[in-house]
């Protein structure tokens, strides 16, 4: 990430921030306008300052915010407890995931969209993609509000200045319409010109592969629908895979942190912050160790033994007694993936199980996905195929099969591991010891906050879902 892309992250930062409050102001003060520094601030910093936030607030692994690793059960914690019992009071986990998302990231992305259309462009395909790259990276984030939270502020979202109390919709018709937006999305896309060059964080203006993330989007929408409207589910997936999804690791939706200004989180989180607060737990490492799996050089470090050790869920764990989280993803540039190409290739597995056309039999995907997860972490192809080999897909237990597979690949993206594990059951999570919440969490309490600002609305989202707690399931989550 150069000084151009920092400039252009602090920029769109501030114009966020100005952005998502009310002000008024009189027409004297357009004496004091600097011509040099423009009040309206370009697209490109917005989307920038957009996905940065993203990013780093969906792959952090503090406890103040989503959480997410926490969730799947993948990280314990030495010091503290109440994360892994989920105790989501404390430190106000559901406010603050809830307005980076809405203020920090959508705000900025729905901002240069209304920015957009005022910067002068004589190529009307760039200025398609360029609202096609905003629109997809809007959707994107919209999907995780969506699954986090279940009903949330959608249609009267992001309109501070006329809507201080929005309502909150059905998070099935969320859904559904973020798909049609996907589609009108993919028909502006010229895939012979760019867009967006060092603004675009992730693909540098690539429409082929901004093309290929909203099917990839679209892809894993059907496949969370899947047990919900199996035929919608089916046509919807069937149609996403035959336009071409994310191929390869290349086209994976990932940011690398320059490492300076901007570094990845997990480095905030274990390394800057001078602490050593969290561990892998034993409920990932237990079934990796039984599995003899090869990624474990990868995703821990060794005792010295030369054995994988994980500290109990729940507990205090002895820091010095366990394995550590792998440095490889604690370096300060390290990238954050949040759309791998394993990832789709086991979503296009649970679609064959399922009996859709996912182009293959779900044997060949499912072992496919593994190879993926092998080659991304670094594993060599003699130990990657003795492992397949060792661990095909059981077709009676497809759910089974999958769910632990795709829980162990995304064990560094776990937004994703936790969609795969609340849709298909498996790995199955025990309550922790001194669980807050009596039971595993499905979703994210509501902001404390909306409770303040937007009572009304909030409580009848609450009473929609079948209660603002943490073990009620999302509306796709039937089982």
Request: proline letters at 4%.
């Amino acid at each position: 990430m150069n000084k151009r892309i920092k400039h252009i992250l602090l920029s769109g930062a501030l114009a966020s921030s100005l952005f998502a409050t009310n002000s008024c102001q009189s027409d004297i003060t357009t004496l004091n306008e600097d011509p040099k520094h423009p009040s309206v601030v370009p697209s490109s910093n917005l989307l920038a300052t957009g996905l940065y936030q993203a990013f780093y607030y969906m792959y952090t692994g503090g406890v103040n915010f989503n959480n997410y690793r926490f969730f799947t059960q993948q990280w314990t914690e030495t010091t503290y407890t109440d994360e892994t019992n989920y105790n989501l009071i404390t430190r106000a986990q559901p406010r603050n995931h809830f307005n980076r998302m809405y203020v920090y990231s959508l705000n900025s992305l729905n901002q240069a969209m209304k920015n957009l259309p005022a910067e002068l462009n004589a190529d009307a395909d760039i200025a398609n993609n360029k609202w096609a790259t905003l629109e997809i990276s809007s959707i994107f984030v919209w999907e995780n509000i969506v699954d986090t939270y279940g009903d949330v502020p959608y249609t009267q979202a992001l309109q501070a200045e006329t809507i201080k109390s929005p309502k909150y919709d059905d998070a099935k018709s969320i859904y559904l319409d973020l798909i049609k937006r996907l589609d009108i999305a993919i028909s502006k896309i010229n895939t012979s010109k760019t867009s967006y060059d060092t603004a675009d964080l992730i693909y540098k203006g690539n429409m082929s592969n901004w093309q290929k993330l909203a099917n990839s989007i679209k892809l894993r929408l059907a496949m969370n629908l899947a047990d919900l409207d199996p035929t919608t589910s089916k046509s919807l997936a069937e149609a996403a895979i035959a336009a071409g999804v994310i191929d390869s690791d290349a086209s994976s939706f990932s940011l690398t942190f320059d490492g300076g200004t901007f570094s990845n989180p997990l480095f905030d989180d274990l390394v800057a912050s001078g602490r050593n607060d969290f561990l892998p737990s034993s409920v990932i490492v237990n079934p990796m160790n039984t599995n003899s799996d090869p990624r474990r050089s990868a995703y821990f470090t060794p005792l010295a033994n030369g054995t994988f050790k994980g500290g109990t869920f729940g507990s205090l764990n002895s820091y010095a007694s366990n394995s550590h989280i792998n440095p490889n993803f604690t370096k300060a540039n390290a990238p954050a993936k949040l759309f791998s190409y394993a990832e789709i290739q086991f979503l296009k597995a649970e679609a064959a199980a399922r009996g859709y056309n996912a182009g293959g039999d779900a044997a060949t995907l499912f072992a496919s996905a593994l190879q993926a997860s092998m080659a991304e972490n670094g594993v060599s192809s003699a130990d990657a195929l003795a492992y397949i080999a060792a661990h095909p897909l059981d077709a009676a237990n497809w759910k089974q099969s999958i769910g632990y597979e795709s829980w162990i690949a995304m064990w560094n993206n776990p937004f994703s591991a936790w969609n795969f594990v609340r849709r298909l059951d498996y790995p199955v999570l025990q309550t922790p010891p001194n669980s807050q919440i009596g039971g595993v969490p499905y979703r994210m309490l509501y902001s404390d906050q909306e409770y303040v600002v937007n009572f009304n609305n909030v409580s009848a989202a609450a009473a929609a879902i079948g209660g603002d707690k943490a073990t009620t399931k999302l509306f796709w989550d039937k089982f």
